[in-house]
């Protein structure tokens, strides 16, 4: 359950896209898996800018609260609205249907510092 077409972040944040336009970021299966079953999600407003590694917001779930981190610099551009009422969508969609934001990058080369698929596999195993 780790698309070798992402990039990905030690914090278990997905990445999809090559910078020449905005990208998207999701939590991935694994922690999604780890978090269980989530209720709630708070993102930040479009036009937020962020810097790599700041806090998104929160995702909370049955056992925890855990925050979301920017995998890159940039501005938030969009940002998920179905998953106010339906946060659910993360659990069984991480990947497509549950992806939170999207970046508009501040240096789309930014991207070449995130996991590839194999690298994150290797966090996932240890």
Known sequence: MIPEDLRYTA???WVAGDGSGPVRVGITHFA?????DIVFV?????????QAGD????????KS???IYAPIAGTVVARNATLTDEPEIINGE??????LVEIAPDDPAALDSLL???AYRAITES
């Open 32 to 36: 999604q898996d780890a978090l269980g």
């Open 116 to 118: 590839d698929a194999a």
């Open 42 to 50: 708070d993102l930040p407003e479009e036009g937020t800018v962020v």
């Open 94 to 99: 991480p990947y497509a249907a549950g992806w």
């Open 65 to 67: 609260v855990s925050e």
């Open 11 to 13: 914090e278990h944040e």
């Open 55 to 62: 806090s998104l917001g929160e995702i909370e779930s049955t």
